[in-house]
């Protein structure tokens, strides 16, 4: 059974940093996506991480966002800089089966304050 555990995340000033972490259990090397939600706003796309290693960003965090993995800890990362109050949200990673639901972690808060 596939599983995606989260940390990181919490609270900090605009412009500061913060990382978050997906640990994958029950597959080897899945494509990894990261995904966010704000109150009141529908859940939106921020990054993703292939088995190839090849990324994919939103423009609205292209540039300050950096999605890594390591194969090994089976764990895939999102570096967030120069963060801004308008990324505060819920962020989830996501898993999509060729088969079967979706699979998120539980999902961290991010808070940023101006």
């Known amino acids: 059974q596939v599983q995606l555990v989260q940390s990181g995340g919490g609270l900090v000033q605009a412009g500061g940093s913060l990382r978050l972490s997906c640990a994958a259990t029950g597959i080897n090397f899945p494509p990894i996506g990261w995904y966010r939600q704000a109150p009141g706003k529908q859940r939106e796309f921020v990054a993703r991480?292939?088995?190839?290693?090849?990324?994919d960003y939103a423009d609205s965090v292209k540039d300050r966002f950096t999605i890594s993995r390591d194969d090994a800890k089976r764990t895939v990362y999102l570096q967030m800089n120069s963060l801004k109050p308008d990324d505060t949200a819920v962020y989830y990673c996501?898993?999509?089966?060729?088969?079967?639901?979706?699979?998120w972690g539980q999902g961290t808060q991010v808070t940023v304050s101006s």
């Open positions: 991480i292939n088995p190839s290693a090849s990324t």
């Open positions: 996501n898993y999509n089966p060729l088969v079967g639901s979706p699979i």
